[in-house]
């Protein structure tokens, strides 16, 4: 069973800056593309950024261009998400993903597998 652990999430004022990471049991370059989702309560879940397998591909959704950038370190099966410039409008339940790819039936980011996920608050 693949685990995935994020961590660095919390409550930061609008504007401020947070860097989640997100750390896998398994050999990360193996699980594919890999990415993170957001779901605000009595919302959809979101899809936020992806990046290949080997990082040099990436994809963010239009309301986090610009502010939020993912990386990932194959040799630290780590993947993070560093959000700078956060809005109100940012808060979340954020989780990572792997094996994410782009679904022509349904016309969205899918996963194979998903971590807990960590809270994040924007305050106003």
């Known amino acids: 069973q693949v685990q995935l652990v994020e961590s660095g999430g919390g409550l930061v004022q609008a504007g401020g800056s947070l860097r989640l990471s997100c750390t896998t049991s398994?050999?990360?370059?193996?699980?594919?593309?890999a990415g993170w989702f957001r779901q605000a309560p009595g919302k959809e879940r979101e899809f936020v950024a992806a990046?290949?397998?080997?990082?040099?591909?990436?994809n963010y959704a239009d309301s986090v261009k610009g502010r939020f950038t993912i990386s990932r370190e194959n040799d630290k099966n780590t993947v993070y998400l560093k959000m700078n410039s956060l809005k109100p409008e940012d808060t979340a339940v954020y989780f990572c993903?792997?094996?994410?790819?782009?679904?022509?039936?349904?016309?969205?980011?899918?996963?194979?597998?998903r971590g807990q996920g960590t809270q994040v608050t924007v305050s106003s």
């Open positions: 398994e050999r990360m370059f193996g699980l594919g593309d």
């Open positions: 993903a792997a094996g994410v790819r782009w679904s022509r039936t349904t016309q969205q980011f899918e996963f194979d597998y």
């Open positions: 990046v290949s397998w080997i990082g040099s591909n990436t």
